[in-house]
């Protein structure tokens, strides 16, 4: 069974930028999946941020993050990455990695089975 692990997570400045990443591990992650980054603020539904196919035939972003995050995939450290830029304090949240053996693009949360522990991102203003 797929294993994701998160790491990258911090804090930074409003602004700046970071970093996360998401190992897979316990399966191999193959051009059938769709990984995805999510993240969950204190008190709110967790938020679909962006999808990649592993095959990297076509990504997916929500608006309030499109133009700012980057997600991208590594095949030699089977990793999916989000490089974060401009960080605003309403940035502030848990991020998690997901993955689902499903070849299109989606955004539900429950789409995906696979779940990473999650990593936190704090933005400082």
């Known amino acids: 069974q797929l294993q994701l692990v998160e790491s990258g997570g911090g804090l930074v400045q409003a602004g700046g930028s970071l970093r996360l990443s998401c190992a897979g591990s316990?399966?191999?992650?193959?051009?059938?999946?769709?990984l995805a980054w999510f993240r969950q603020a204190p008190g709110k539904e967790r938020e679909f941020l962006a999808s990649i196919r592993w095959s990297g035939e076509s990504t997916d972003y929500a608006g309030s993050v499109k133009g700012r995050f980057t997600i991208s995939r590594d095949y030699a450290k089977h990793t999916v990455d989000l490089k974060m830029n401009s960080l605003k304090p309403e940035d502030t949240a848990i991020y998690y990695c997901?993955?689902?053996?499903?070849?299109?693009?989606?955004?539900?949360?429950?789409?995906?089975?696979?779940w990473g522990q999650g990593t936190q991102v704090t933005v400082s203003s």
């Open positions: 997901a993955g689902a053996e499903i070849p299109v693009p989606v955004r539900g949360s429950k789409d995906y089975p696979y």
């Open positions: 316990g399966g191999r992650i193959g051009n059938w999946y769709t």
